[in-house]
C-alpha cells in the first residue's frame, strides 16, 4: 500500500506549486477578483495542510479524506459560510485537476458542503443615508470629493473594486449611466441618478485636477490625497469617518451602501430583475435576499401600526 501511494505521487507537483498554477488559472482564465483569489489561497492552505498531516500530497487525498476534512472545518470553528467556500474552493480545483490530467478522477464527486445559510444584509434608513451623505465638508477640496464618492456608492449599488477602478470615460453624465467591470471583468451599465451626477461634475471641475498635479495620475476617476488611486482601504475609511461623523454607526463599510441600495429600491417597487442586472448578480437568487429584508420591514411595520396586529 505504500509502496503504491509513493508510486502515484511520482511526478506531481509540490502542493504550493499546483495550489498556485489553479490560483494562475482563476486569475488568467476565470478573471476572478484579487479579494476572492486571496481568499481561495487561504482555503487551499487549510487543505495543504490537512494532507501533511495525513503524510499525503493534495492530488493523493481520496473521498474518505475530504469527508474528513469537511467535518474538521466545523470542528475548528468556521461558520457554516467559510467552511461551504473553502469546499467550493477545493472543488474547483480538483476540477482543474481532472481536466489537466493530473488525477484521474475527481474525489469531491457527490460530497456536499456544510448548508450555508447567508445572513440578511445590514442597510440603513433613508434618513441615515441622508445624514451620511451631508457629513463631508463641502468647503474643502477633499470634502467634496468624498461627497462625490458617497453619492456615486448610494446611487448605482457599486462594489468597492468596481467604484475605485472607474475612469472619467466611464461615466456619462450627459444621459446618466456609467460603466463598470465585475467579477470576472464583466461589463454592465448601471443608471446614475441627477444628485450624483451634481456632485461627480463638481468634483471633476473643482478638485480632481488640483489632485492630479501632485503626481503623474491614473486613469481612475477619484484619487487620494496625494494624486494616486483611492484605494480599498482608503475608501473603507472614508465611509467610515464620515458615518462616525453622521452618527450613523461605526463599523459602517462600503457594502452596506450596496446592500441599503438594493433594499430601497426593492422598498419602493423596483423589478427584481432590473436590480439584479444593476447589481451585476449572474444568479437571481442572489438578488432574493433583499426581498426577505423587505419582507421583515414589512412585518415590523405591520406588528407597530395595525391595531389587531
Not at 453619492?151 to 456619462?172: F, K, M
Not at 461634475?201 to 476617476?221: D, F, S
Not at 453622521?246 to 459602517?252: F, I
Given at each position: 500500500?505504500?509502496?503504491?501511494?509513493?508510486?502515484?505521487?511520482?511526478?506531481?507537483?509540490?502542493?504550493?506549486?499546483?495550489?498556485?498554477?489553479?490560483?494562475?488559472?482563476?486569475?488568467?482564465?476565470?478573471?476572478?477578483?484579487?479579494?476572492?483569489?486571496?481568499?481561495?489561497?487561504?482555503?487551499?492552505?487549510?487543505?495543504?495542510?490537512?494532507?501533511?498531516?495525513?503524510?499525503?500530497?493534495?492530488?493523493?487525498?481520496?473521498?474518505?479524506?475530504?469527508?474528513?476534512?469537511?467535518?474538521?472545518?466545523?470542528?475548528?470553528?468556521?461558520?457554516?459560510?467559510?467552511?461551504?467556500?473553502?469546499?467550493?474552493?477545493?472543488?474547483?480545483?480538483?476540477?482543474?485537476?481532472?481536466?489537466?490530467?493530473?488525477?484521474?478522477?475527481?474525489?469531491?464527486?457527490?460530497?456536499?458542503?456544510?448548508?450555508?445559510?447567508?445572513?440578511?444584509?445590514?442597510?440603513?434608513?433613508?434618513?441615515?443615508?441622508?445624514?451620511?451623505?451631508?457629513?463631508?465638508?463641502?468647503?474643502?477640496?477633499?470634502?467634496?470629493?468624498?461627497?462625490?464618492?458617497?453619492?456615486?456608492?448610494?446611487?448605482?449599488?457599486?462594489?468597492?473594486?468596481?467604484?475605485?477602478?472607474?475612469?472619467?470615460?466611464?461615466?456619462?453624465?450627459?444621459?446618466?449611466?456609467?460603466?463598470?467591470?465585475?467579477?470576472?471583468?464583466?461589463?454592465?451599465?448601471?443608471?446614475?441618478?441627477?444628485?450624483?451626477?451634481?456632485?461627480?461634475?463638481?468634483?471633476?471641475?473643482?478638485?480632481?485636477?488640483?489632485?492630479?498635479?501632485?503626481?503623474?495620475?491614473?486613469?481612475?476617476?477619484?484619487?487620494?490625497?496625494?494624486?494616486?488611486?483611492?484605494?480599498?482601504?482608503?475608501?473603507?475609511?472614508?465611509?467610515?469617518?464620515?458615518?462616525?461623523?453622521?452618527?450613523?454607526?461605526?463599523?459602517?463599510?462600503?457594502?452596506?451602501?450596496?446592500?441599503?441600495?438594493?433594499?430601497?429600491?426593492?422598498?419602493r417597487g423596483a423589478d427584481l430583475r432590473a436590480l439584479q442586472a444593476m447589481l451585476g448578480h449572474a444568479d437571481i437568487s442572489t438578488t432574493q435576499i433583499y426581498t426577505h429584508v423587505t419582507r421583515e420591514r414589512l412585518r415590523k411595520v405591520y406588528d407597530m401600526y395595525h391595531p389587531r396586529a
Amino acid at each position: 500500500m505504500a509502496l503504491r501511494h509513493r508510486a502515484e505521487s511520482v511526478g506531481r507537483p509540490s502542493d504550493g506549486l499546483f495550489v498556485a498554477e489553479y490560483l494562475d488559472h482563476l486569475r488568467v482564465e476565470r478573471g476572478l477578483a484579487e479579494n476572492s483569489l486571496v481568499a481561495y489561497g487561504h482555503d487551499l492552505a487549510r487543505l495543504a495542510a490537512f494532507a501533511r498531516a495525513r503524510r499525503r500530497t493534495i492530488l493523493d487525498l481520496r473521498q474518505s479524506d475530504l469527508t474528513d476534512f469537511i467535518g474538521a472545518l466545523r470542528e475548528r470553528g468556521l461558520s457554516a459560510r467559510s467552511a461551504a467556500r473553502a469546499v467550493h474552493a477545493a472543488r474547483g480545483m480538483y476540477r482543474f485537476a481532472v481536466r489537466e490530467d493530473r488525477i484521474a478522477a475527481d474525489p469531491m464527486e457527490n460530497l456536499k458542503a456544510p448548508r450555508s445559510v447567508p445572513p440578511l444584509p445590514r442597510y440603513l434608513t433613508s434618513a441615515q443615508v441622508d445624514a451620511l451623505l451631508a457629513a463631508p465638508d463641502v468647503a474643502i477640496p477633499l470634502g467634496i470629493r468624498d461627497r462625490a464618492v458617497l453619492e456615486v456608492l448610494y446611487a448605482t449599488g457599486l462594489r468597492v473594486s468596481e467604484l475605485i477602478g472607474l475612469r472619467p470615460v466611464d461615466v456619462d453624465l450627459e444621459v446618466g449611466v456609467l460603466t463598470c467591470f465585475g467579477k470576472g471583468r464583466k461589463e454592465r451599465l448601471v443608471p446614475l441618478g441627477r444628485t450624483a451626477r451634481k456632485w461627480v461634475r463638481r468634483y471633476l471641475a473643482e478638485v480632481r485636477a488640483g489632485l492630479a498635479r501632485k503626481r503623474p495620475p491614473g486613469p481612475e476617476l477619484f484619487l487620494n490625497n496625494r494624486g494616486g488611486r483611492l484605494s480599498r482601504m482608503g475608501l473603507w475609511g472614508l465611509v467610515r469617518r464620515h458615518a462616525v461623523a453622521a452618527g450613523v454607526e461605526r463599523t459602517l463599510t462600503p457594502h452596506v451602501l450596496r446592500h441599503s441600495f438594493a433594499t430601497h429600491l426593492l422598498e419602493r417597487g423596483a423589478d427584481l430583475r432590473a436590480l439584479q442586472a444593476m447589481l451585476g448578480h449572474a444568479d437571481i437568487s442572489t438578488t432574493q435576499i433583499y426581498t426577505h429584508v423587505t419582507r421583515e420591514r414589512l412585518r415590523k411595520v405591520y406588528d407597530m401600526y395595525h391595531p389587531r396586529a
